[in-house]
T-cell receptor, first 115, second 116 residues
């Protein structure tokens, strides 16, 4: 059973470009979470999605960031007009249910570098 | 609101010595608590979790943690450190009512160094 998959693993963008990060949850998981890890910091929650629905986006910056989890295909985190401060590791996690006790399984992350 | 405090951003122990990584939490509802380990350039791997059953929780790789409500703590321990334990360790809390979004709130992490 494959784990959570993220691609690309490394992404380099110039300021003003768009970044698209993909996450395929574990088989059978319908809940996806995105977290951001800035250098030397812990992970910060960004958004929680179920298929075709955004459930909680309280951690998402108000501008330039968006996320989706379509009926078919991976979840996408999209960052428009990237700035140097967007450089970070972005992790996706998935779980089977929405209970707080459920384990979130993390992918290997996408490391975004903005030049 | 919920929060996690990890005391000590860096901890160094000798191989074979006791490992103690501290975690204190704040939550307005009964929490679920997690410890994750992150090796360089990798994702997070679950070590163990507390979900309101036994207060002493055993995890993988010989780690365990004890939930102490009176101290609002969930410290991670291992009796004897191994070189392969060198990594970053994150404590996290999920403290939402059943059936609602279970986002995790993480501490800032503790980097464990193991020396010969």
């Amino acid at each position: 059973n494959a784990g959570v998959m993220q691609n690309p693993r490394h992404l380099v963008r110039r300021r003003g470009q768009e970044a698209r990060l993909r996450c395929s949850p574990m088989k059978g998981h319908s809940h996806v979470y995105w977290y951001r890890q800035l250098p030397e910091e812990g992970l910060k929650f960004m958004v929680y999605l179920q298929k075709e629905n955004i459930i909680d986006e309280s951690g998402m910056p108000k501008e330039r960031f968006s996320a989706e989890f379509p009926k078919e295909g991976p979840s996408i985190l999209r960052i428009q007009q990237v700035v140097r401060g967007d450089s970070a590791a972005y992790f996706c996690a998935s779980s089977t249910r929405t209970s707080g006790r459920d384990t979130q399984y993390f992918g290997p992350g996408t490391r975004l570098t903005v030049l | 609101a919920q929060s996690v405090t990890q005391l000590g951003s860096h901890v160094s122990v000798s191989e074979g010595a006791l490992v103690l990584l501290r975690c204190n939490y704040s939550s307005s509802v009964p929490p679920y608590l997690f410890w994750y380990v992150q090796y360089p350039n990798q994702g997070l791997q679950l070590l163990l979790k507390y979900t309101s059953a036994a207060t002493l929780v055993k995890g993988i790789n010989g780690f365990e943690a004890e939930f102490k409500k009176s101290e609002t703590s969930f410290h991670l321990t291992k009796p004897s450190a191994h070189m392969s334990d060198a990594a970053e360790y994150f404590c996290a809390v999920s403290a939402t009512p059943t059936g609602t979004a279970s986002k995790l709130t993480f501490g800032t992490g503790t980097r464990l160094q193991v020396t010969l």
